[in-house]
């Protein structure tokens, strides 16, 4: 009796950690690799936005991105000045983190939002061009 109670609680844990880690991963917009990305940047309703700061994206960005550092107060207010929402928008930042945080705002006030997973760090490891 006590090995089947063991047994539900163990079967318990784990499922609760499955469903957490389901529940973390799960995102309102779509993420993608720099080699999807970089295809995806082929199409002309496609629209670069870096979202660091204008330090990080003077030392380096993707060719025709836009630069709008996400931690200033009229970010969203900027975006809704330079993007419609008929555009394709793929966010990046250093490493996702930030881009993340943009890409969850610019979806909630309807844009169509692509997240470059791992940022231009994934970029550059890839083997993809930046310019300064």
């Given at each position: 009796m006590m090995r089947r109670g063991l047994l539900f609680c163990v079967i318990g844990v784990i499922c609760s950690c499955f469903m957490y880690l389901?529940?973390?991963n799960k995102y309102d917009?779509?993420?993608e690799g720099a080699k999807e990305i970089s295809e995806l940047?082929?199409?002309?309703?496609?629209?670069?936005?870096?979202?660091?700061?204008?330090?990080?994206?003077?030392?380096?960005?993707?060719?025709?991105?836009?630069?709008i550092d996400v931690s200033?107060?009229?970010?969203?207010?900027?975006?809704?000045?330079?993007?419609?929402?008929?555009?394709?928008?793929?966010?990046?930042?250093?490493?996702?983190?930030r881009s993340r945080k943009a890409a969850s705002i610019l979806k909630k006030n309807g844009f169509n939002v692509v997240n470059l997973r791992g940022?231009?760090?994934?970029?550059?490891?890839?083997?993809f061009p930046v310019v300064a």
């Open positions: 389901i529940s973390c917009f779509k993420e940047i082929k199409n002309s309703k496609v629209k670069i936005l870096d979202v660091r700061t204008n330090g990080e994206f003077a030392g380096g960005h993707i060719e025709n991105a836009i630069n200033n107060d009229n970010f969203l207010d900027e975006c809704k000045r330079v993007f419609s929402k008929d555009d394709i928008i793929v966010v990046y930042c250093h490493a996702g983190s940022g231009i760090v994934e970029w550059k490891g890839a083997k």
